[in-house]
């Protein structure tokens, strides 16, 4: 069993940053491919990264060159670096696995960009 739990999240400005962590417990995090997702109300859940088990990543197109994925798998933790910031980011941040699993979403981390 995995528990997530996402941190991070805040207020800024257009053109700020931001770094969320989803912290895991479970021995099996090693072992999956993990993502950030994120949900604007009304809206499907969308993929913004994943990143592999070796560390290989991916990015949504609108991610690309402003947001870096990274996990570190000694502290069962991964990371979303969040840079350019713009309103349109604006939504609440989940992680999971990619594919992800129902029982592991978390509550999410909430992410607000404006000025």
């Known amino acids: 069993q995995v528990q997530l739990v996402e941190s991070g999240g805040g207020l800024v400005q257009p053109g700020g940053s931001l770094r969320l962590s989803c912290a895991a417990s479970?021995?099996?995090?090693?072992?999956?491919?993990m993502a950030w997702y994120r949900q604007v109300p009304g809206k499907e859940r969308d993929l913004v990264a994943a990143i592999t088990q070796g560390g290989s990543t991916y990015y949504a197109g609108a991610m690309k060159g402003r947001f870096t994925i990274t996990r570190d798998n000694a502290e069962n933790t991964v990371y979303l670096q969040m840079t350019s910031l713009q309103p349109e980011d604006t939504a609440v941040y989940y992680c999971?696995?990619?594919?992800?699993?129902?029982?592991?979403w978390g509550q999410g981390t909430q992410g607000t960009v404006s000025s």
């Open positions: 479970g021995s099996i995090f090693k072992s999956l491919r």
């Open positions: 999971n696995a990619q594919p992800p699993q129902l029982k592991y």
